[in-house]
C-alpha cells in the first residue's frame, strides 16, 4: 500500500515508517520539525540523540535499499496538505501530527491555543484535502485514552449502546478528558466522525495508552534510526521518566498518591497496531475506533515495577499532584478489536525495563536535571515553565 505517515519525525511516527516500510508498503514521511522546536523553547533535548530526517532516510536507504519520500510543512497550511495528498496519492494516512504532552497545553493560555488550533485545525484541513483529493483514502488517526477521563463505568471502544427513556441508541462514548490536549483529541473525534458520516470517509481513531520503549527491530539497526526518549517533566511520558530517574539515583516523581491508573503500550506494539489498521481498513462511512492499549497499571504500580526491576537503590517521592485527575479511580476498559486483528502483545516485563535501563545509562550524562521537575500546574493559569 502506499502509505502517508504525518508526524513522520517524531517519537512514534518516525519508527512506524520504519515499520511500514519494512512491511512492504511505500511509505513518505512529512512533518514541519515543530517538534524539534518545542526542545528549544524548553531548553531540553532528547535523552537519545536523533539525527535530521534527512539523514535518517539516508541511513534506512542504505540498510534496506527501501526509499522513504519526505515532506516538509506545515498541517495548518492547507495548500501544502492537498498539495501532498495530491502528490502521493496515499491510499491510507496515518496522522501522528499533532502537539502531544498535556503540560504543554497547560503551560498557559498561549499554549492552549496553540495546542487546539494546531491538533484540530490540522486535522480538519487533512478531512478537507481527503475528501477533496480521494474519498476512498483510510485516515488512520492517533487518538488518546485520555479522551475517555476515567469514568466510573466500563469504557468501550469509541460507541456505546444506550437505553434512555425507554429508547436505545449507540452514541459516541461520552468524553471527560484532563487537559486541553486531551480536549483537543475530542474535537478531532467528533470533526472525523462527522466527516464519515456526511462524506463517506473511512476513519479508524486509535485511542492510544502511554507509550513507553525506545527501541523498534528497525530502529535498533543503527544509532543514526534512533528515535527520541523524551525525560522532562513536559514531553517526557510516565514510565521513560521513572527509568531515568532510576538510572540518576533521583526519586521517582510519583504525582499524588500514584492511585491513577492508565493503559499503556510498548512502542513496538504501537507499530504493529497501526499497521494492522492500515492492512485492514475501515468500511467507506464508518468511524471506527480502536483502544489501543495492551494492560493497564496504576502509577504506584509502574513505579513499583520500575523500582524492583533496577539493579540499584531506587526511591519514590509522592510530590504534590500538579495536575486535576482522580486517583483511586474505577477503571476498566474494552480492548479487544486490535486483539482480534492479529495484534500480539508485549506485555511490561523485567527485560524490557532492563534494557531501558540501558539506554538511560548510554546516555544519562545529557539529562538537565531541573528539566525533571514539574513546573506546570492545572490549578494555575499560567506556570513558569520557561525559566528551566
Ligand atoms: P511527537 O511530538 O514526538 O511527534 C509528533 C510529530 O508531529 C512531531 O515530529 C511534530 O513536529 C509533528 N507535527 C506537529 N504538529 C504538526 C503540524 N501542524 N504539521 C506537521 N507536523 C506536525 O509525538 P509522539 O509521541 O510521536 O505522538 C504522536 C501521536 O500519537 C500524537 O498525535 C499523540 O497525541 C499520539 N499519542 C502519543 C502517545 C505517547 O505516549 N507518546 C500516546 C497516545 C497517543
Ligand atoms: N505522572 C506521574 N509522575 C510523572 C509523570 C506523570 O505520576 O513524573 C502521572 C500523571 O499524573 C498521569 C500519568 O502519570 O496520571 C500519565 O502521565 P504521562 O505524562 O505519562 O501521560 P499523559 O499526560 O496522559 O500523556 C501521554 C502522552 C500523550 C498521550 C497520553 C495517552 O504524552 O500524547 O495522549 O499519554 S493517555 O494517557 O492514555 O491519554
Same mark, same amino acid.
Given at each position: 500500500m502506499r502509505i502517508l505517515v504525518l508526524g513522520g519525525d517524531g517519537y512514534l511516527g518516525w519508527p512506524t515508517a520504519l515499520h511500514l516500510s519494512q512491511a512492504g508498503h511505500d511509505v513518505a514521511v512529512a512533518d514541519n520539525f515543530v517538534r524539534r522546536q518545542y526542545d528549544f523553547e524548553l531548553g531540553v533535548e532528547s535523552l537519545v540523540p536523533i539525527e535530521s530526517l534527512q539523514t535518517r532516510v539516508s541511513a534506512w536507504r542504505e540498510h534496506t535499499g527501501k526509499d522513504i519520500a519526505v515532506y516538509v510543512g506545515d498541517l495548518c497550511d492547507h495548500d501544502h496538505t492537498l498539495g501532498m495528498l495530491r502528490d502521493f496519492r496515499p491510499e491510507a494516512v496515518v496522522h501522528f501530527a499533532e502537539q502531544r504532552a498535556a503540560p504543554y497545553s497547560m503551560i498557559d493560555r498561549k499554549h492552549a491555543v496553540y495546542t487546539q488550533v494546531n491538533n484540530v485545525v490540522g486535522t480538519l484541513n487533512l478531512l478537507y484535502a481527503i475528501a477533496e483529493v480521494d474519498r476512498d483514502i483510510h485516515l488512520v488517526k492517533l487518538g488518546t485514552m485520555g479522551e475517555y477521563g476515567t469514568p466510573n463505568i466500563d469504557i468501550e471502544e469509541g460507541w456505546l449502546e444506550i437505553e434512555h427513556n425507554g429508547r436505545r441508541d449507540r452514541v459516541l462514548y461520552p468524553k471527560r478528558p484532563g487537559s486541553f490536549y486531551h480536549l483537543s483529541k475530542v474535537h478531532d473525534s467528533h470533526n472525523i466522525e462527522f466527516t464519515c458520516r456526511i462524506w463517506g470517509l473511512?476513519?479508524?481513531?486509535?485511542?492510544?495508552? %502511554? %507509550? !513507553?520503549? #525506545? #527501541?523498534?527491530?528497525?530502529?535498533?539497526?543503527? $544509532?543514526?534510526?534512533?528515535?527520541?526518549? $523524551? !525525560? $522532562?517533566? %513536559?514531553?517526557?511520558? %510516565?514510565?521513560?521518566?521513572?527509568?531515568? #530517574?532510576?538510572?540518576?539515583?533521583?526519586?521517582?516523581?510519583?504525582y499524588g498518591g500514584g492511585g491513577q491508573r492508565r493503559g499503556i503500550i510498548d512502542i513496538r506494539d504501537t507499530v504493529q497496531c497501526v499497521q494492522l489498521a492500515c492492512e485492514n481498513p475501515a468500511d467507506r462511512g464508518e468511524f471506527r475506533v480502536f483502544n489501543q492499549m495492551t494492560e493497564s497499571m496504576s502509577v504506584k504500580e509502574i513505579a513499583e515495577t520500575v523500582a524492583r526491576c533496577y539493579p540499584g537503590d531506587v526511591t519514590i517521592e509522592n510530590l504534590e499532584n500538579p495536575r486535576v485527575e482522580l486517583e483511586g479511580h474505577y477503571y476498566n476498559v474494552t480492548h479487544t478489536r486490535l486483539l482480534d486483528l492479529g495484534l500480539s502483545p508485549h506485555l511490561l516485563s523485567d527485560t524490557l525495563i532492563t534494557s531501558l535501563f540501558d539506554v538511560a545509562k548510554r546516555h544519562a550524562h545529557r539529562v538537565k536535571t531541573p528539566a525533571l521537575q514539574p513546573k506546570v500546574n492545572w490549578r494555575d493559569h499560567a506556570s513558569p515553565v520557561q525559566e528551566t
Open positions: 473511512r476513519a479508524t481513531d486509535l485511542n492510544q495508552g %502511554v %507509550v !513507553y520503549g #525506545q #527501541q523498534t527491530p528497525e530502529t535498533a539497526l543503527d $544509532d543514526r534510526l534512533a528515535t527520541r526518549f $523524551d !525525560y $522532562d517533566a %513536559v514531553f517526557g511520558t %510516565v514510565l521513560n521518566r521513572f527509568v531515568i #530517574q532510576a538510572v540518576l539515583g533521583h526519586p521517582l516523581t510519583v
